[in-house]
């Protein structure tokens, strides 16, 4: 009598990679393929519905409902470019493919539009991983254009971290006035002084003068002049055409001189523009001296408390914009 409790499951671990594979063969030598998707430029791609639909719910859409597409044998894709449809076509087959800052533009594009989701956000890993100064303009522009909440906020925290090292980008003359706003308004955007700000956003209304300078009093509402020394503010503020021909700009550099020169209003008349902002980094100066540990507070991270012992008695400079 046969033993019906003994049982044995047995699983081809590659039989899915495998299967897929074959299917992959078929492709290349055009064999049970059942559609051909078309670019715009000319390219044919013959295919399978089924791995098409697999990995695409736009695909899927298509292929099991009435639309018209679903009875045809040639389907024009519209708005991706042939090397982006190839190489989706080719990730639907082998789960592979290789994504530079070459093709990111038309990949993730076209992986958007056809709802690859998997090379989607494969596109956006490979972006968030290798940001910095001369590509985190663009990033920040793709991110923004693709909806990506999370990327834009990346490469937006980035751009503020590193705001002296952007300024010089010519790609920075060509950010909007939301961006710009954005930037300037915010309390972490990390500058050495406000002179900085004041100065970037100058430049790019000069850069374009006809067109941006609508923009200025909207810019220069964020910049925050009490920040500014008095002299820098009298000097070089007060002296800037651009500033002082505009009553509500030359208003900001008043203010900002009167802030200074009668302190005890500060308290009263709490001015938004002379909050300070938050920087990555502060630096303490000492001129003249010796110093000595006094005694360990964190043994752990080697943290101690100095006593400092003045050497020279010397004047030290005032620190200007």
């Not at 699983?11 to 078929?26: H, I, K, P, R, V």
């Not at 406000?194 to 009093?217: C, H, Q, W």
């Not at 503020?237 to 505009?246: C, K, T, V, W």
Request: glycine share 2%.
């Amino acid at each position: 009598m046969e033993n019906t409790s003994v049982l044995y499951d047995f699983t081809d671990e590659q039989g899915a990679s495998e299967a897929l594979c074959a299917m992959n063969n078929f492709r290349m030598e055009s064999s049970f393929c059942d559609v051909i998707i078309c670019t715009e430029d000319g390219e044919e791609f013959s295919v399978h519905r089924l791995v098409l639909a697999s990995v695409s719910a736009y695909f899927r859409a298509m292929f099991l409902t009435d639309m018209k597409e679903s009875h045809e044998t040639n389907i024009t894709i519209r708005g991706v470019e042939s090397q982006a449809m190839r190489c989706l076509i080719d990730f639907a087959y082998t789960s592979s493919l290789r994504i530079t800052f070459s093709n990111i533009h038309s990949l993730l594009s076209a992986a958007s539009l056809l709802q690859f989701l998997t090379v989607e956000n494969a596109c956006y890993d490979f972006l968030r991983s290798s940001i910095n100064v001369n590509n985190s303009l663009e990033i920040w522009n793709l991110a923004d254009l693709h909806g990506c909440t999370e990327l834009l906020e990346l490469a937006e925290n980035f751009i503020r971290a590193n705001f002296v090292a952007i300024l010089k980008l010519a790609d920075f003359n060509c950010l909007t006035l939301k961006q710009l706003e954005a930037l300037f308004c915010h309390d972490k955007l990390n500058v050495p002084c406000e002179s900085i700000v004041l100065f970037g956003a100058l430049e790019l209304i000069k850069y374009d003068l006809t067109n941006r300078l609508a923009d200025l009093e909207h810019l220069l509402t964020h910049v925050r002049f009490p920040l500014m020394t008095r002299k820098f503010l009298m000097d070089t503020a007060a002296r800037e055409e651009l500033i002082m021909s505009s009553p509500a700009c030359r208003q900001f550099v008043l203010e900002a001189i009167d802030y200074h020169l009668i302190p005890e209003r500060r308290t009263k008349n709490r001015i938004p523009r002379a909050i300070p902002r938050d920087r990555l980094s502060r630096l303490l100066y000492v001129v003249g001296g010796e110093g000595r540990a006094l005694y360990e507070v964190d043994n752990t991270n080697r943290k101690y408390v100095y006593i400092w012992s003045v050497l020279l008695q010397d004047s030290v400079p005032e620190l200007s914009e």
